[in-house]
């Protein structure tokens, strides 16, 4: 699965770093990030990640994540 992190639609609430802590992370204005890949929007989901990469994106009050199944 192919994610995509939009940072400019980030409203900082926290929700997808408490839903999927091993993929999202925050610059320290609180935008999205993705763990370890600080300049990257795209990022390969592994399996067991998938999940709750899907929980959060779907719970994202501003559409900031993006999901695409490959």
Same mark, same amino acid.
């Given at each position: 699965?192919? =994610?995509?992190?939009?940072?400019?639609?980030?409203i900082? =609430?926290?929700? =997808?770093?408490?839903?999927?802590?091993?993929? /999202?992370d925050?610059?320290n204005?609180?935008?999205?990030?993705f763990?370890?890949?600080?300049?990257a929007?795209?990022? /390969?989901i592994?399996?067991?990640q998938?999940? %709750?990469?899907?929980? %959060? %994106?779907k719970? =994202?009050? %501003?559409?900031?994540?993006?999901?695409?199944?490959?």
């Open positions: 699965m192919k =994610c995509e992190i939009v940072p400019e639609r980030c900082a =609430c926290g929700l =997808c770093q408490t839903i999927a802590p091993e993929i /999202f925050y610059t204005d609180g935008l999205v990030l763990v370890g890949e600080s300049e929007t795209h990022e /390969f592994p399996e067991p998938q999940a %709750a990469v899907i929980q %959060a %994106a719970r =994202c009050p %501003a559409h900031a994540i993006l999901y695409q199944d490959s």
